[in-house]
Protein backbone atom coordinates (compact mmCIF):
# COMPACT_ATOMS: atom_id res chain seq x y z
CA UNK A 1 0.00 0.00 0.00
CA UNK A 2 1.60 3.43 -0.83
CA UNK A 3 1.04 6.47 0.84
CA UNK A 4 -2.30 6.97 2.65
CA UNK A 5 -3.82 10.00 4.55
CA UNK A 6 -7.03 9.65 7.52
CA UNK A 7 -8.78 12.93 6.94
CA UNK A 8 -11.33 14.35 9.91
CA UNK A 9 -13.92 16.29 7.65
CA UNK A 10 -16.20 19.21 9.42
CA UNK A 11 -18.39 20.55 7.28
CA UNK A 12 -19.65 23.48 10.19
CA UNK A 13 -22.44 25.48 8.80
CA UNK A 14 -23.69 27.35 6.50
CA UNK A 15 -21.98 27.34 3.01
CA UNK A 16 -19.22 25.21 5.04
CA UNK A 17 -21.87 21.96 3.60
CA UNK A 18 -21.16 23.30 -0.40
CA UNK A 19 -17.75 24.03 -0.07
CA UNK A 20 -15.86 21.33 2.03
CA UNK A 21 -17.24 18.38 -0.13
CA UNK A 22 -15.94 20.06 -3.38
CA UNK A 23 -12.63 20.72 -1.48
CA UNK A 24 -12.75 16.71 -0.63
CA UNK A 25 -13.64 15.96 -4.10
CA UNK A 26 -10.63 17.91 -5.55
CA UNK A 27 -8.43 16.46 -2.77
CA UNK A 28 -9.71 12.69 -3.92
CA UNK A 29 -8.70 13.67 -7.82
CA UNK A 30 -5.40 15.00 -7.27
CA UNK A 31 -4.63 12.60 -4.71
CA UNK A 32 -5.31 10.03 -7.79
CA UNK A 33 -3.01 11.31 -9.92
CA UNK A 34 -0.33 11.50 -7.82
CA UNK A 35 -0.44 8.40 -6.40
CA UNK A 36 -1.55 8.29 -2.85
CA UNK A 37 -5.04 7.70 -0.93
CA UNK A 38 -7.17 10.49 1.05
CA UNK A 39 -9.59 8.59 3.47
CA UNK A 40 -11.69 10.48 5.29
CA UNK A 41 -14.38 10.63 7.88
CA UNK A 42 -17.53 13.36 8.06
CA UNK A 43 -18.05 14.97 11.94
CA UNK A 44 -21.44 16.71 12.28
CA UNK A 45 -20.02 19.36 14.46
CA UNK A 46 -20.60 23.27 14.62
CA UNK A 47 -23.35 25.06 15.44
CA UNK A 48 -26.34 23.17 14.13
CA UNK A 49 -25.22 20.29 16.36
CA UNK A 50 -25.12 22.81 19.12
CA UNK A 51 -28.49 23.42 18.21
CA UNK A 52 -29.89 19.91 18.24
CA UNK A 53 -27.18 18.76 21.09
CA UNK A 54 -26.48 21.40 23.16
CA UNK A 55 -22.93 21.17 22.48
CA UNK A 56 -20.28 22.24 19.75
CA UNK A 57 -18.71 18.31 19.39
CA UNK A 58 -18.69 15.83 22.24
CA UNK A 59 -16.29 15.63 25.06
CA UNK A 60 -14.10 13.56 23.61
CA UNK A 61 -14.06 14.94 20.07
CA UNK A 62 -10.71 16.43 20.71
CA UNK A 63 -9.38 12.71 21.31
CA UNK A 64 -11.54 11.77 18.47
CA UNK A 65 -9.50 14.56 16.27
CA UNK A 66 -6.19 13.26 17.70
CA UNK A 67 -6.35 9.66 15.51
CA UNK A 68 -6.63 11.69 12.07
CA UNK A 69 -3.62 12.97 10.10
CA UNK A 70 -5.08 16.56 9.46
CA UNK A 71 -8.58 17.97 9.91
CA UNK A 72 -10.44 19.75 7.39
CA UNK A 73 -12.79 22.21 7.97
CA UNK A 74 -15.53 24.73 6.55
CA UNK A 75 -16.06 27.21 8.89
CA UNK A 76 -18.61 27.91 12.37
CA UNK A 77 -21.65 29.52 13.15
CA UNK A 78 -25.37 30.29 12.54
CA UNK A 79 -27.54 33.25 13.23
CA UNK A 80 -29.89 31.83 16.27
CA UNK A 81 -26.68 30.72 17.94
CA UNK A 82 -24.87 33.24 20.43
CA UNK A 83 -21.84 34.22 18.33
CA UNK A 84 -19.27 33.88 21.44
CA UNK A 85 -19.91 30.27 21.63
CA UNK A 86 -18.23 28.60 17.94
CA UNK A 87 -14.72 30.42 18.80
CA UNK A 88 -15.14 29.52 22.89
CA UNK A 89 -16.25 25.62 22.15
CA UNK A 90 -14.75 24.76 18.88
CA UNK A 91 -12.25 26.87 17.31
CA UNK A 92 -10.08 27.83 20.04
CA UNK A 93 -10.54 24.56 21.47
CA UNK A 94 -9.51 22.75 18.99
CA UNK A 95 -6.76 25.02 18.31
CA UNK A 96 -5.08 25.30 21.32
CA UNK A 97 -5.75 21.18 22.91
CA UNK A 98 -3.95 20.51 19.55
CA UNK A 99 -1.23 22.58 20.06
CA UNK A 100 -2.09 24.48 16.32
CA UNK A 101 0.62 27.44 17.66
CA UNK A 102 1.23 28.74 14.17
CA UNK A 103 -1.75 30.18 11.92
CA UNK A 104 -0.66 30.10 8.42
CA UNK A 105 -2.58 32.84 6.03
CA UNK A 106 -1.22 33.27 3.08
CA UNK A 107 -1.90 36.54 0.55
CA UNK A 108 -1.54 36.19 -2.92
CA UNK A 109 -2.91 37.66 -6.25
CA UNK A 110 -4.82 35.31 -8.07
CA UNK A 111 -4.36 35.59 -12.29
CA UNK A 112 -7.59 36.70 -14.03
CA UNK A 113 -8.80 39.11 -10.88
CA UNK A 114 -8.49 42.52 -10.26
CA UNK A 115 -7.41 43.69 -6.46
CA UNK A 116 -8.92 46.29 -5.62
CA UNK A 117 -5.63 47.83 -5.46
CA UNK A 118 -5.60 49.36 -8.81
CA UNK A 119 -2.23 49.67 -9.91
CA UNK A 120 -0.90 46.57 -7.77
CA UNK A 121 -0.08 43.06 -9.71
CA UNK A 122 0.47 39.76 -8.87
CA UNK A 123 4.27 40.35 -7.99
CA UNK A 124 3.16 43.32 -5.58
CA UNK A 125 0.52 40.95 -3.68
CA UNK A 126 2.48 37.64 -2.36
CA UNK A 127 2.94 37.69 1.21
CA UNK A 128 2.09 35.37 4.39
CA UNK A 129 0.65 36.19 7.97
CA UNK A 130 1.53 34.08 10.55
CA UNK A 131 -0.68 34.89 13.49
CA UNK A 132 0.00 33.54 16.87
CA UNK A 133 -2.68 31.12 17.66
CA UNK A 134 -2.65 30.24 21.25
CA UNK A 135 -2.31 32.75 23.43
CA UNK A 136 -1.92 36.56 23.12
CA UNK A 137 -5.16 38.99 23.29
CA UNK A 138 -7.61 35.65 22.74
CA UNK A 139 -6.64 33.77 25.51
CA UNK A 140 -10.13 34.33 27.02
CA UNK A 141 -9.17 34.87 30.28
CA UNK A 142 -11.15 37.77 31.85
CA UNK A 143 -14.29 38.15 33.66
CA UNK A 144 -17.03 41.03 33.98
CA UNK A 145 -17.70 42.56 37.73
CA UNK A 146 -21.28 43.73 38.44
CA UNK A 147 -22.23 44.01 34.94
CA UNK A 148 -26.04 45.63 36.16
CA UNK A 149 -24.44 48.38 38.34
CA UNK A 150 -23.55 51.82 37.14
CA UNK A 151 -19.68 50.61 38.27
CA UNK A 152 -20.15 47.14 36.50
CA UNK A 153 -16.46 46.76 34.64
CA UNK A 154 -15.22 44.06 32.68
CA UNK A 155 -11.43 42.70 32.30
CA UNK A 156 -9.82 40.62 29.43
CA UNK A 157 -6.06 39.84 29.97
CA UNK A 158 -3.49 38.96 27.17
CA UNK A 159 -0.86 36.46 28.00
CA UNK A 160 2.33 36.32 26.21
CA UNK A 161 5.11 33.93 27.15
CA UNK A 162 8.63 33.42 26.14
CA UNK A 163 7.52 29.67 24.55
CA UNK A 164 5.19 30.98 22.88
CA UNK A 165 6.77 33.91 20.94
CA UNK A 166 9.71 31.93 20.02
CA UNK A 167 7.98 29.25 18.48
CA UNK A 168 6.20 31.31 16.20
CA UNK A 169 9.68 33.05 15.69
CA UNK A 170 11.03 30.15 14.96
CA UNK A 171 8.78 29.23 12.06
CA UNK A 172 8.37 32.66 10.39
CA UNK A 173 12.19 32.90 10.13
CA UNK A 174 12.68 28.98 8.64
CA UNK A 175 10.00 29.94 6.39
CA UNK A 176 11.19 33.25 5.26
CA UNK A 177 14.98 31.28 4.02
CA UNK A 178 12.47 29.46 1.63
CA UNK A 179 10.75 32.75 0.04
CA UNK A 180 12.46 36.23 0.26
CA UNK A 181 14.52 36.42 3.63
CA UNK A 182 12.61 39.07 4.96
CA UNK A 183 10.36 39.03 8.54
CA UNK A 184 8.34 41.80 9.71
CA UNK A 185 7.03 41.99 13.20
CA UNK A 186 3.79 43.37 13.12
CA UNK A 187 3.31 44.60 17.06
CA UNK A 188 1.74 47.88 18.98
CA UNK A 189 4.82 48.17 21.52
CA UNK A 190 4.61 51.27 21.67
CA UNK A 191 1.30 51.27 23.59
CA UNK A 192 1.16 47.79 25.04
CA UNK A 193 4.34 48.62 26.69
CA UNK A 194 4.40 45.23 28.66
CA UNK A 195 2.80 42.13 27.04
CA UNK A 196 4.05 43.38 23.18
CA UNK A 197 7.44 45.13 24.37
CA UNK A 198 8.15 41.54 25.53
CA UNK A 199 6.90 40.24 22.92
CA UNK A 200 9.71 42.12 20.76
CA UNK A 201 12.45 41.38 22.75
CA UNK A 202 11.75 37.75 22.45
CA UNK A 203 11.30 38.33 18.98
CA UNK A 204 14.48 40.64 18.42
CA UNK A 205 16.91 37.74 19.97
CA UNK A 206 15.52 34.98 17.50
CA UNK A 207 16.09 37.03 14.69
CA UNK A 208 19.75 37.74 16.07
CA UNK A 209 20.07 33.84 15.50
CA UNK A 210 19.06 34.41 11.73
CA UNK A 211 21.38 36.85 10.18
CA UNK A 212 21.05 35.61 6.45
CA UNK A 213 17.06 37.06 6.85
CA UNK A 214 16.49 40.93 6.89
CA UNK A 215 14.17 42.01 10.34
CA UNK A 216 12.23 44.92 10.82
CA UNK A 217 9.18 45.98 13.42
CA UNK A 218 6.10 47.68 12.05
CA UNK A 219 3.53 49.40 14.22
CA UNK A 220 -0.13 47.45 12.94
CA UNK A 221 -0.98 51.02 12.28
CA UNK A 222 1.48 51.53 9.93
CA UNK A 223 0.89 48.03 8.94
CA UNK A 224 -2.56 48.41 7.77
CA UNK A 225 -1.87 51.40 5.45
CA UNK A 226 0.97 49.56 3.95
CA UNK A 227 -1.20 46.38 3.14
CA UNK A 228 -3.16 48.91 0.87
CA UNK A 229 -0.28 51.66 -0.24
CA UNK A 230 2.45 49.33 -0.48
CA UNK A 231 1.67 45.54 -0.13
CA UNK A 232 5.23 44.51 -2.09
CA UNK A 233 7.05 45.30 1.16
CA UNK A 234 5.86 42.27 2.54
CA UNK A 235 7.11 38.90 2.65
CA UNK A 236 6.13 36.69 5.84
CA UNK A 237 4.30 38.60 8.88
CA UNK A 238 4.45 37.36 12.09
CA UNK A 239 2.28 38.75 14.84
CA UNK A 240 -0.37 38.49 17.59
CA UNK A 241 -3.56 36.38 17.62
CA UNK A 242 -5.98 39.21 17.40
CA UNK A 243 -3.68 41.60 15.10
CA UNK A 244 -3.37 38.55 12.90
CA UNK A 245 -6.85 37.86 12.86
CA UNK A 246 -7.68 41.68 12.03
CA UNK A 247 -5.21 41.44 8.93
CA UNK A 248 -5.71 38.33 7.69
CA UNK A 249 -9.19 39.57 6.54
CA UNK A 250 -7.77 42.93 5.13
CA UNK A 251 -5.27 40.57 3.09
CA UNK A 252 -7.88 38.44 2.05
CA UNK A 253 -9.42 41.82 1.07
CA UNK A 254 -6.94 42.67 -1.30
CA UNK A 255 -6.68 39.87 -2.93
CA UNK A 256 -10.28 40.42 -3.94
CA UNK A 257 -12.36 38.46 -1.61
CA UNK A 258 -11.88 36.59 1.84
CA UNK A 259 -13.85 34.16 0.03
CA UNK A 260 -10.26 33.59 -1.86
CA UNK A 261 -8.35 33.05 1.50
CA UNK A 262 -7.06 30.10 2.96
CA UNK A 263 -5.50 28.82 5.89
CA UNK A 264 -3.72 26.80 8.05
CA UNK A 265 -4.14 25.87 11.93
CA UNK A 266 -0.36 24.05 11.91
CA UNK A 267 1.36 22.07 15.04
CA UNK A 268 5.09 21.91 13.06
CA UNK A 269 6.29 19.32 15.33
CA UNK A 270 3.18 17.22 14.07
CA UNK A 271 2.87 15.82 17.39
CA UNK A 272 -1.07 16.51 17.01
CA UNK A 273 -3.46 17.05 13.68
CA UNK A 274 -3.26 20.50 12.18
CA UNK A 275 -6.63 21.95 11.20
CA UNK A 276 -6.99 23.74 7.45
CA UNK A 277 -10.02 26.19 6.65
CA UNK A 278 -10.71 28.98 4.84
CA UNK A 279 -10.78 32.08 6.43
CA UNK A 280 -13.84 33.53 6.35
CA UNK A 281 -17.45 32.66 7.94
CA UNK A 282 -19.84 30.38 7.26
CA UNK A 283 -22.10 33.01 5.81
CA UNK A 284 -25.73 31.49 6.28
CA UNK A 285 -27.30 33.95 4.12
CA UNK A 286 -26.00 32.62 0.81
CA UNK A 287 -25.98 29.08 2.08
CA UNK A 288 -27.15 26.17 -0.25
CA UNK A 289 -27.86 28.66 -3.79
CA UNK A 290 -24.20 26.70 -4.96
CA UNK A 291 -23.27 30.56 -5.00
CA UNK A 292 -20.34 30.41 -2.28
CA UNK A 293 -16.62 30.73 -3.45
CA UNK A 294 -14.95 27.58 -3.12
CA UNK A 295 -11.20 28.93 -3.79
CA UNK A 296 -10.36 29.56 -0.27
CA UNK A 297 -11.57 26.23 1.22
CA UNK A 298 -9.40 24.40 -1.86
CA UNK A 299 -6.61 26.33 -1.00
CA UNK A 300 -6.47 25.67 2.42
CA UNK A 301 -6.55 21.81 0.86
CA UNK A 302 -3.40 22.65 -1.01
CA UNK A 303 -2.13 23.63 2.31
CA UNK A 304 -3.06 20.85 3.71
CA UNK A 305 -1.37 19.01 1.26
CA UNK A 306 2.10 20.69 1.98
CA UNK A 307 1.46 20.44 5.56
CA UNK A 308 1.45 16.35 4.80
CA UNK A 309 4.39 16.32 2.39
CA UNK A 310 2.41 16.18 -0.55
CA UNK A 311 4.33 19.40 -2.44
CA UNK A 312 3.51 18.60 -6.02
CA UNK A 313 -0.06 17.81 -5.31
CA UNK A 314 -0.50 21.14 -3.31
CA UNK A 315 0.91 22.83 -6.27
CA UNK A 316 -1.06 20.88 -9.11
CA UNK A 317 -4.61 22.48 -6.78
CA UNK A 318 -2.37 26.18 -6.90
CA UNK A 319 -1.93 25.48 -10.33
CA UNK A 320 -5.84 24.22 -10.56
CA UNK A 321 -7.19 27.52 -9.26
CA UNK A 322 -5.20 29.73 -11.31
CA UNK A 323 -6.35 28.17 -14.22
CA UNK A 324 -9.78 28.61 -13.15
CA UNK A 325 -9.68 32.55 -12.89
CA UNK A 326 -7.41 32.78 -15.32
CA UNK A 327 -10.32 31.76 -17.40
CA UNK A 328 -12.54 33.97 -15.86
CA UNK A 329 -14.36 31.79 -13.93
CA UNK A 330 -15.22 33.43 -10.62
CA UNK A 331 -18.22 33.55 -8.43
CA UNK A 332 -20.49 36.67 -7.63
CA UNK A 333 -18.10 38.19 -5.00
CA UNK A 334 -16.13 38.43 -7.69
CA UNK A 335 -18.21 40.14 -9.55
CA UNK A 336 -18.44 36.79 -11.76
CA UNK A 337 -21.30 34.10 -12.41
CA UNK A 338 -19.57 30.91 -12.00
CA UNK A 339 -21.33 28.79 -9.58
CA UNK A 340 -19.26 26.75 -6.37
CA UNK A 341 -19.54 23.38 -8.71
CA UNK A 342 -17.88 25.08 -11.68
CA UNK A 343 -15.31 26.56 -10.04
CA UNK A 344 -14.66 22.82 -8.31
CA UNK A 345 -15.06 21.43 -12.08
CA UNK A 346 -12.75 23.45 -13.77
CA UNK A 347 -9.73 23.24 -11.12
CA UNK A 348 -10.25 19.01 -11.85
CA UNK A 349 -10.24 19.67 -15.15
CA UNK A 350 -6.74 21.20 -14.58
CA UNK A 351 -5.60 18.69 -12.06
CA UNK A 352 -6.22 16.00 -15.12
CA UNK A 353 -4.79 17.63 -17.91
Avoid at 193 to 202: E, K, R
Amino acid sequence: MGRSYNIAVVNGDGIGHEIVPVGVSILKEVAKKHDFEITTEDFSWGAGHYVKHGEFMPPNGIETLKSFDAIYFGAVGLPEVDDTLPAKDYTFKVRTELHQYVNYRPVKLFSGITSPLREKTQQDIDFIILRENNEGEFVQNGKIFYPDTPNGCAVDTSMVTRLGVERIAHYAFKLARKRRKKVTNVTKSNTLIYSLGFWDMVMQEVADKYPDVAYNKMYVDNASASFVLKPEIFDVIVTTNMIGDILSDLGGAIMGSLGLGGSGNINPEKDFPSMFEPIHGSAPDIAGQNIANPVGQIWSAAIMLEHLGEQEAANAILAGIEYATAKGNLTKDLKGNASTTEIAQRIIESINA
